[in-house]
């Protein structure tokens, strides 16, 4: 049996479960190691960046970045394909991973570490992970509201604000409404098999799942939403992939109000903040006037992205898509 890769992750890290739940469909061999004191040492030697996940290969050699990983494994180990063999699907799986990487990570940190039942809960957690073995529960809790001074303080990182946080929590409360149409008596979001979209999706909604606020709203309102978190916890294949045909009239939907209407146009905004070398930016989006920080990461992975779609040799099928959902033209602009 071939060396394992090692994830460094933990469970309040969506990018670290996300690559967890990938290794685990794919059938990788693989060891889940949570990156807290007593395996700190090791991770530093693999982790280029202070961020989990890490992945340490059977070369020893050192991945980080959840889109980079997946990618990089799904290179050596191809089959079951995460990737739908239509061109047009696989670009709109690609497209929706990116959502979840960005946009479903508004939801999720913003519902973390705005109310104080959530912050308590989550730094909580946190402070498990960082507490030296021999702590009592007065070292723990200072640990935690050492955790959550700083978090709190730290959700306009993702734009979160006074101003935005009511369209976050509408975006959030009318996303996982239109995927709990789109996954009532469907497997995946895709079909009968996990798609690339999946895991980046999941990796943000199954960390929400956990959360007291948006775990209520979940477990409320989206019985088929929550079968669809907990199969994902160990996915697998149960058919093929399905045609545009079959699922547009639930996923159209969710692809021009969340991602034509709110992620592209935020976007394309703050990749061009960043090229001005601007402070702040404010956008128009269809939720209102929205305003914060750049966010120079996604600057690159929007770049990324329009690469992957000018890369599809045909998109005969897939620009009407990417039209009727007003995605067309933030993907065409450099």
Sequence with gaps: MPDPYRIFGAEVSPYSVKVRSYFRYKGVPHEWIVRDVSTQAEYQKYAKLPL???????EDEGLQDSTPIIETVEAR????????????L????ALLEEFGDEWGNKWMFHYRWAREVDQDATASRIAELMAPPDADDGQRAGIAGMVKNRMVNRTGFVGSSEQTAPQIEQSFRDGVAQLEAHLAGRVYLFGAR????DFGLWGQLYNAWT??????I???RTPAVCAWIDRMLEPKAEGDFERWETLEPTLAPFLADQVGALFL???????????????????ELASGSWTQKPQKYHAKSLAALRERYAAVSDRSALDPILERAGCLRWLRAS
């Excluded at 696989?90 to 799986?93: D, G, K, P, V």
């Excluded at 146009?265 to 956008?283: K, L, Q």
């Design 194 to 197: 996990p798609a690339f979209a």
């Design 77 to 88: 180990f191809p089959e079951p394909s995460i990737h739908p063999g239509d061109p047009a």
């Design 211 to 216: 959360d007291p606020t948006p775990g209520r």
């Design 90 to 93: 696989a670009f709109l799986s």
């Design 218 to 220: 979940l477990r409320d």
């Design 265 to 283: 146009p935020w976007s394309d905004a703050n990749a061009r903040a960043i090229a001005a070398g601007e402070d702040e930016f404010t956008v």
């Design 52 to 58: 989990i996940p890490a992945v340490a290969t059977p």
